[in-house]
């Protein structure tokens, strides 16, 4: 299956992140703190924990503070990635940026993350920390933007699909917050879970019945007609064991008069509608699921110019309510 062809969500538990030129990879998460310690004088055995709190590290690498930097990677991002060459590469990677602008936060499942956009709008650079204060990964990642399509809205305004306080693990319009952007099919899609303290999940985070999001319903976005449905792909469990022979799972696709709603990961069997059921905003579709190329429980919603996914083109959502949700943002629906 290519690249194009995939659906699914980074867990924190497998993120996978390649540094700019480095290609540096991160296989795990939940290192080791490896924050620099400084003893107090010999009369005392207490020693002072200093962190690097992930606000400053874009400061601090065009400081030139590499090495200071480095010494905050977590263990297992060290073994990937030697402090020579992370010092000697990462001037190149910076040459020519000035500043850099949040883009967005993210803290969930155990994970802090962090993305900025550089002065001149041309890399990226993201964080992830761990809850101790280790760095579990850091990319630098040149942009491309897509101007006309990003300004190119869904004639209709759609309603949000879910009831209930939702959260953007991806979603805008570029890349770092987006993963989906970089693909024609996929650019304005959305990933969603629900949160609670900042994780998507209670108890074992192998069962599916652990994830807050598994089992609730999925809404039509807007009034329209159905015209695809797959009900019968099991759920992914162990969590993290994904399907890529049938990368959305089940999914419901609606005709909403040329603008096509992609809703995809669904409950096995939890499909409610049929093809040629005309449906209305708000009526409920089926249950989030965990089918397909997914990682957890989640949505993927998105609006398409065509009833194919991998076929048809992505267009960017108008919301009603003039929303605009981004990666780490919470989402309300009645």
């Not at 010999?42 to 020693?47: N, S, Y």
């Amino acid at each position: 299956m290519t690249r194009k062809n995939r659906l699914d969500l980074i867990h924190y538990s497998k993120i996978v992140l390649a540094v700019g030129a480095l290609a540096a990879i991160i296989t795990a998460c939940g290192g080791r703190n490896t924050a620099i310690t400084t003893e107090k004088p010999a009369e005392t055995t207490k020693v002072e924990v200093q962190t690097m709190k992930p606000e400053e590290v874009p400061a601090a690498l065009l400081d030139g503070k590499y090495a200071k930097v480095y010494a905050y990677f977590s263990d297992e991002f060290k073994q990937q990635l030697s402090e020579a060459d992370f010092v000697s590469m990462a001037p190149d990677l910076l040459k020519d940026i000035h500043s850099f602008k949040q883009a967005s936060v993210m803290q969930h499942n155990g994970g802090d993350q962090r993305s900025w956009i550089s002065d001149s709008g041309t890399m990226g650079l993201t964080t992830v920390f761990d809850e101790k204060g280790a760095i579990l990964g850091l990319q630098a990642k040149a942009l491309t933007s897509f101007p006309e399509t990003d300004n190119r809205l869904t004639k209709i305004k759609y309603d949000w699909p879910l009831s209930g306080e939702w959260y953007i693990v991806w979603g805008g319009t570029n890349v770092l917050v987006n993963y989906h952007y970089e693909h024609e099919s996929q650019r304005y899609a959305y990933d969603i879970v629900q949160s609670k303290d900042g994780y998507s999940y209670k108890g074992d985070p192998l069962k599916n019945e652990s994830y807050y999001a598994f089992g609730l319903p999925v809404l039509a976005p807007a009034d329209g007609t159905v015209v695809s449905i797959v009900n019968d792909i099991r759920d992914n469990e162990p969590v993290g064991v994904m399907n890529e022979k049938v990368p959305a799972g089940n999914e419901v696709v609606i005709d909403h008069g040329g603008e096509y709603s992609v809703l995809a990961h669904l409950k096995k069997g939890s499909v409610k509608v049929k093809v040629g059921d005309k449906v209305s905003s708000g009526e409920e579709i089926g249950l989030l699921g965990n089918s397909g190329n997914s990682s957890e429980a989640h949505l993927h919603y998105q609006v398409s110019d065509g009833a194919e996914l991998f076929k048809s083109r992505s267009i960017n959502i108008n919301w009603k309510d003039g929303i605009a949700p981004v990666q780490g943002e919470i989402i309300t629906g009645e």
